[in-house]
């Protein structure tokens, strides 16, 4: 009889890897300030008396002009995280961030907060393709999602603290936080790790292996395997080469270019989804169910579901797949948007005629809930009459919780899902110039449907708009259906191979554990202490595992000590190992 007492598998701790996420996403928590504050800095400098006193259309440019800032930020966050490192490019993208929020406190004419809104635009645009790449590559398959989350949660959190802020305090006050939450990552620096793949690709193995025991919680032996396919990968990578041409031509692959695409039809569902519509007409709406309440306690309402939403999502990542995610998302928010159509159609078509005209204020971004703010007092349909049915009332509180559950539908799968995409697909050879690529693209999708929007609500009306919403919605669960891939558990080479037109393979090899007298290639040292009663033997096994990408391969061994105590009055055997 055998029996072998078996220690289980050292699993580390995560504590560093989230840790280290946090600290990188502090300016992320900024940008979200800056989404949420031209909803609270327009209001003010529209009332009598204002320092900087500004027109509908000047609120308009405020509220988006830092996506031009963004769209340059999306160009050069890519290339300087490959050039000077992850971590340096995180510390690099505070700076604008900084420097904009400061600007914007001491700003005394409308010129000055132009420019320190598109400085800001520069650190938001930068921050997209830096954290995406710096989450990836300090995560394991297993945590990757739950980590990528960290960007829209952080912005969402910014957005609803905005809020907050405006309502407790004077505009030039609410800057001061998104100055300072970016300068946190330089004071933490030393819990900022560099990334092991950016340093393993700078030829700095030895600085990859002790951040990779620290990111894991691991001893040195236990990160080996996963430190020597970083290293078959970076081959790899140079074997192709590293001038500009090759580059380029990897940017024209069907690799770098399904990913792009999937990704740009993501985020365009993100700003035509129902979720700006909330956004647009939270007020209006509560107004129609009878239910008057402060605009920007309803701003704070609408904010606070979209951080539970990806609070739930930041939980269910990881033992959900994606593309459920996804698919109930859409799913939920297209039923939502048909239940609130149908409604505020009927509604309008039993009210009389308006002829006042709607003003309303461009939405910040595609995918961050804006609160209304210049809704005219006679633009607000008046409640409903004291002889309308239950049944009426019932239905008026339809459109309520259609937009609680567009917010929180939004956040559960069609809001965080793109962005783990974002951080998995890109072969790492051309990472951070099609991450960067991407990013550019997705703001212009952000301007247009600030451009687009109003117009649509102007030809559509209030409940056409929502039927076009769910519409777009239940388009995007067939088309994500042959599209996007589920990557939920998948390590990076596995990602890299989705799309590749001819699938690069590899194997792990093991080899078994030997005994003293085996003959194999990596032989193990014995050494035994006969005794008159037991026997104990002492075995140093070596244990190699093999790792393939096509003909190349390369060996990891590790070394465990077995103790064998064989007593001559029994036949049974313990090994401890």
Same mark, same amino acid.
């Given at each position: ?17 989230? %840790? ?21 800095? /327009? ?79 520069? @650190? ?53 936080? @998104? ?14 790790? &560099? ?41 790899? /990578? ?54 008057? %309440? ?25 033992? $959900? ?130 451009? %687009? ?8 009306? /209030? ?25 939920? @558990? ?18 792990? $090899? ?32 070596? &244990?190699?595992? $093999? ?31």
């Amino acid at each position: 009889m055998v029996e072998a007492n078996v220690p289980p598998v050292e699993k580390g701790s995560n504590f560093r890897m989230f %840790l280290a996420g946090f600290i990188a996403n502090l300016p992320g928590l900024s940008a979200g300030l800056s989404f949420g504050f031209s909803a609270i800095l /327009i209001p003010q400098l529209q009332q009598p008396g204002s320092q900087i006193p500004v027109t509908l259309e000047q609120g308009s440019w405020i509220a988006s002009l830092f996506v031009i800032g963004d769209l340059l930020g999306c160009v050069v966050g890519g290339p300087i995280a490959d050039r000077f490192g992850r971590r340096v490019a995180v510390l690099l993208d505070c700076l604008p961030l900084t420097v904009g929020w400061l600007l914007t406190w001491q700003a005394q004419t409308l010129d000055q907060l132009y420019a320190a809104r598109a400085i800001t635009g520069v @650190g938001i645009g930068a921050g997209v393709p830096i954290a995406s790449m710096y989450l990836r590559e300090i995560s394991t398959p297993e945590l990757r999602g739950q980590l990528t989350i960290f960007m829209p949660l952080a912005a969402n959190t910014g957005n609803l603290l905005m809020y907050i802020f405006g309502y407790l305090m004077p505009w030039r006050l609410t800057t001061l936080p @998104g100055a300072f939450l970016p300068l946190l990552p330089i004071f933490l620096v030393f819990l900022l790790p &560099e990334t092991p793949v950016w340093l393993v690709s700078r030829g700095r193995r030895d600085e990859a292996e002790k951040t990779l025991c620290s990111l894991r919680g691991l001893n040195p032996e236990k990160v080996q395997q996963e430190l020597k396919m970083m290293e078959i990968m970076e081959e790899e /990578i140079r074997g192709g080469g590293d001038s500009w041409k090759y580059k380029l031509g990897m940017l024209v692959e069907k690799s770098v270019l399904m990913p792009m695409a999937i990704l740009l039809f993501l985020f365009f569902t993100q700003s035509f989804s129902g979720s700006n519509m909330v956004g647009y007409y939270t007020v209006t709406i509560l107004q129609m169910a009878k239910i008057p %309440l402060d605009e920007n306690i309803a701003s704070i309402l609408i904010a606070a579901q979209y951080l539970l939403g990806y609070l739930f999502s930041s939980i269910f990542v990881t033992r $959900v797949p994606r593309r459920f995610l996804l698919f109930g998302s859409l799913l939920l928010m297209g039923l939502a948007n048909v239940g609130a159509g149908l409604v505020l159609i009927s509604r309008r078509k039993s009210e009389p005629e308006s002829s006042n005209s709607s003003h309303h204020m461009e939405i910040i971004d595609a995918d961050q809930m804006v609160g209304l703010n210049d809704l005219e007092v006679s633009d607000i349909p008046q409640p409903p009459p004291p002889s309308l049915t239950v049944t009426d009332n019932l239905l008026s509180l339809v459109p309520v919780f259609s937009c609680i559950l567009i917010c929180f539908g939004y956040a559960c799968g069609l809001g965080p899902v793109p962005w783990i995409l974002f951080g998995e697909l890109f072969p790492s050879s051309v990472r951070g110039s099609a991450s960067s690529i991407t990013a550019f693209l997705r703001s212009i999708t952000v301007f247009l449907s600030i451009k %687009l929007f109003p117009s649509i609500l102007r030809l559509c009306d /209030i409940g056409g708009s929502f039927l076009i919403c769910a519409f777009v919605c239940f388009l995007a669960i067939v088309v994500s259906y042959f599209v996007v891939p589920e990557t939920k @558990g998948m390590d990076s080479k596995q990602l890299e191979n989705i799309y590749r037109v001819h699938p690069k393979t590899y194997s792990v $090899v093991e080899s078994s554990e030997d005994s003293s007298d085996a003959s194999a290639t990596c032989a193990p040292s014995a050494t035994s202490s006969p005794s008159s009663t037991s026997a104990t033997k002492e075995t140093v096994a070596e &244990e190699c595992v $093999v790792v393939c990408v096509e003909n190349r391969c390369g060996a990891v061994c590790g070394r465990q000590q077995l103790v064998q105590s064989v007593h001559s009055t029994s036949s049974e055997t313990q090994v401890f190992i």
